[in-house]
């Protein structure tokens, strides 16, 4: 389990666009909370965090940590 925290989401609209960028890696399990501005991901299998930051970079939003 990993705890990502993402910075410049808004609204239900910019959780669902990181919830999707993350839950379309195989082995993720995201769920993305506006309020606490973060993701808490499962991995099924082993992906690596670059992979993850990616994802959510590419979708427009910043990466402040993940842990």
Same mark, same amino acid.
């Given at each position: 389990?990993?705890?990502?925290? #993402?910075?410049?989401?808004? @609204?239900?609209? @910019? &959780?669902?666009?990181?919830?999707?960028?993350?839950?379309? #890696? *195989?082995?993720?399990?995201?769920?993305?909370?506006?309020?606490?501005?973060?993701?808490? #991901?499962?991995?099924?299998?082993?992906?690596?965090? *670059?992979?993850? #930051?990616?994802?959510? &970079?590419?979708?427009?939003?910043?990466? &402040?940590?993940?842990?």
């Amino acid at each position: 389990k990993k705890t990502m925290m #993402i910075e410049g989401m808004m @609204c239900s609209h @910019c &959780t669902g666009r990181v919830s999707k960028a993350l839950n379309d #890696i *195989d082995g993720v399990t995201a769920v993305v909370s506006l309020e606490d501005k973060n993701a808490k #991901i499962t991995l099924s299998k082993d992906v690596s965090d *670059d992979v993850l #930051i990616k994802a959510v &970079t590419d979708a427009g939003y910043e990466v &402040t940590s993940l842990v």
